[in-house]
């Protein structure tokens, strides 16, 4: 089992920056890749961003140049770095794990990104 805690979520003016944190706990030895997604009102969830144990990593177009997505094993923390935010950036945004072929969530975090 995994748990998955998520935070640094609020309220940001377009243009402004937030940092999401997820804090892992529990099997983090068997997590294989850890994933933001997000989840706007009335749309499917999508893929933010990935990134592998080796720390390769995978962006949505929508964010590309724009978030970034680190994670320091020690601490068992992963983060997204959010620039340039857009209105469009509005969501309840999830941290994912995937170990042992089973996938994750945490209780996601709320971002609003006012015009």
């Known amino acids: 089992q995994v748990q998955l805690v998520e935070s640094g979520g609020g309220l940001v003016q377009a243009g402004g920056s937030l940092r999401l944190f997820c804090a892992a706990s529990?099997?983090?030895?068997?997590?294989?890749?850890m994933a933001w997604y997000r989840q706007a009102p009335g749309k499917q969830r999508e893929l933010v961003a990935t990134?592998?144990?080796?720390?390769?990593?995978n962006y949505g177009d929508s964010v590309k140049g724009r978030f970034t997505i680190s994670r320091d094993n020690a601490k068992n923390i992963v983060y997204l770095q959010m620039n340039s935010l857009k209105p469009e950036d509005t969501a309840v945004y999830y941290c994912?794990?995937?170990?042992?072929?089973?996938?994750?969530w945490g209780q996601g975090t709320q971002v609003t990104v006012s015009s």
């Open positions: 994912n794990a995937v170990a042992d072929s089973r996938s994750y």
């Open positions: 529990g099997n983090i030895f068997s997590i294989n890749v």
């Open positions: 990134i592998t144990r080796r720390g390769i990593t």
